[in-house]
Structure formats: structure tokens, C-alpha cells
């Protein structure tokens, strides 16, 4: 079973930048993790993902913005999000899987950290 603690996000002015980061407990090394977030009144929305081998995939509305790294020698996986827009504030969630897929649905997930919330003002 893997535990995973989500840490970082805040408050910033559009255009800045945030890290969030996903740090687990228990085996690690063989799952997809990913990165969503909720908005008020919205669905969970995926952002990003990284599988075990490296492979990433992102949400078209983060692309060039958002870097989604692993690393596994110390059980973390980070988001760093630049050049932040008022529509990216949300509660961020971390979300693990066994396997090697870029599972997109949040229901695909076994595995979730807790809320962190994500300001930006225009």
C-alpha cells in the first residue's frame, strides 16, 4: 500500500510560480503517479502524469507550463507550475497507481493525497 502526502501550493499573482510536491511511503518505484486538481463546483481535472518509466502526459491547458518530474530515490514527485493563470486555482491532489498507463480519469486511481490549495489572483 502506498501512503502519499501532498506538500506545497499557496498564494501567487498570475504569471507566478508554485511547486507542489507528492512524497510517498511504501513501494513507489512501479507506479503512475499523477497530478489533478478541483476547482468549486467542478469534476476532478487531470493536470499531469508521470509512469515508472519516465513517460509523461499533460492536460493541453498546463502544456508548457507545468513540469512533472519523479524521483524515485526519494519517493517524490513534483509539479512545478510557472506562469500561473487566475482559471489554475484549485485544490491540487496527487493520485498513485500500480502499472504503467497516463490514466486521465481520476477513478483510475488507488491512491490519493489530501487537497493542497492553489490561489492566484489576476
Known amino acids: 500500500q502506498v501512503h502519499l502526502v501532498a506538500a506545497g501550493g499557496g498564494a501567487v499573482q498570475a504569471g507566478g510560480s508554485l511547486t507542489l510536491s507528492c512524497v510517498a511511503s511504501g513501494r513507489f518505484s512501479d507506479y503512475t503517479v499523477g497530478w489533478f486538481r478541483q476547482g468549486p463546483g467542478k469534476g476532478r481535472e487531470f493536470v499531469a502524469t508521470v509512469t515508472w518509466s519516465g513517460s509523461i502526459r499533460y492536460a493541453d491547458s498546463v502544456k508548457d507550463r507545468f513540469t512533472i518530474s519523479r524521483d524515485d530515490a526519494k519517493n517524490t514527485v513534483t509539479l512545478q507550475m510557472n506562469s500561473l493563470k487566475p482559471e489554475d486555482a484549485a485544490f491540487y491532489y496527487c493520485?498513485?497507481?500500480?502499472?504503467?498507463?497516463?490514466?486521465?480519469?481520476?477513478?483510475?486511481?488507488?491512491?490519493w493525497g489530501r487537497g493542497i490549495q492553489v490561489t492566484v489572483s489576476a
Open positions: 493520485a498513485g497507481v500500480r502499472g504503467s498507463v497516463h490514466y486521465i480519469l481520476p477513478q483510475r486511481y488507488d491512491y
